[in-house]
């Protein structure tokens, strides 16, 4: 198992409609989790963090993060065409000195 | 710098030539990584620098592929004897180096192999 998984997509929502990205982690010591978007031809650029278990609102995005499960998910609400890109789930390892790891990437298409 | 600097931007090379790739990364971060991706696939981890460390490098991909980090600042990502299949984009991302600490990005550096 990969220590961090995602689904690749392509996920296409309707514009305005809530997306929703998930991401399993292998790791029950990881203790913080990271969600980067990056838009085609660009990096990844941080959007949001969390490490405490439950929801996290910044705002039209919301982290939510289950560590009994081993989940979280971002989820962004009112989605514009701008938020097509693919989203990166991340976490450093910490049985391997807290190595920044990502997962695949989720590719969103918000289509208006 | 306000952010993660990587040179040169873009690097055409012929096969067979080694290439040098810089990254400046953010002053004060103590970690420091280096990712590789290719057209439309996900980061590749190569190799991750943390203070005084030894760098771990289990994600390189052949011998000829090799990272340094002077003074725990800038590091140089050399390649050697370049193959096709080297082309891609090279990512560099600095982070403070604690585990609860985010990592920002460069702009990359776009190298093609012909």
């Known amino acids: 198992q990969k220590e961090v998984e995602q689904n690749s997509g392509p996920l296409s929502v309707p514009e305005g409609a809530i997306a929703s990205l998930n991401c399993t982690y292998s790791?029950?010591?990881?203790?913080?989790f990271f969600w980067y978007r990056q838009y085609s031809g660009k990096s990844p650029e941080l959007i949001m963090f969390i490490y405490s278990n439950g929801d996290k609102e910044d705002g039209r995005f919301t982290a939510q993060l289950n560590k009994a499960s081993q989940y979280v998910s971002l989820l962004i609400r009112d989605s514009q065409p701008s938020d097509s890109a693919t989203y990166l789930c991340a976490s450093p390892i910490y049985n391997q000195g807290g190595k920044l790891i990502f997962g695949q990437g989720t590719e969103l298409s918000v289509k208006p | 710098g306000a952010g993660v600097s990587q040179s040169p931007s873009n690097k055409v090379t012929e096969k067979g030539k080694d290439v040098e790739l810089r990254c400046d990364p953010i002053?004060?971060?103590?970690?420091l990584y280096w990712y590789r991706q290719s057209l439309g696939q996900g980061l590749e981890f190569l190799i991750y620098f943390q203070g005084n460390s030894a760098p771990d490098k289990s994600g390189l991909p052949s011998d000829r592929f090799s990272a340094e980090r002077t003074g725990g600042s800038v590091s140089t990502l050399t390649i050697q004897r370049t193959q096709q299949e080297d082309s891609a984009v090279y990512l560099c991302a600095s982070s403070r180096g604690l585990l609860n600490t985010e990592a920002f990005f460069g702009q990359g550096t776009r190298l093609t192999v012909v």
């Open positions: 790791d029950r010591g990881s203790q913080s």
């Open positions: 002053s004060g971060h103590t970690a």
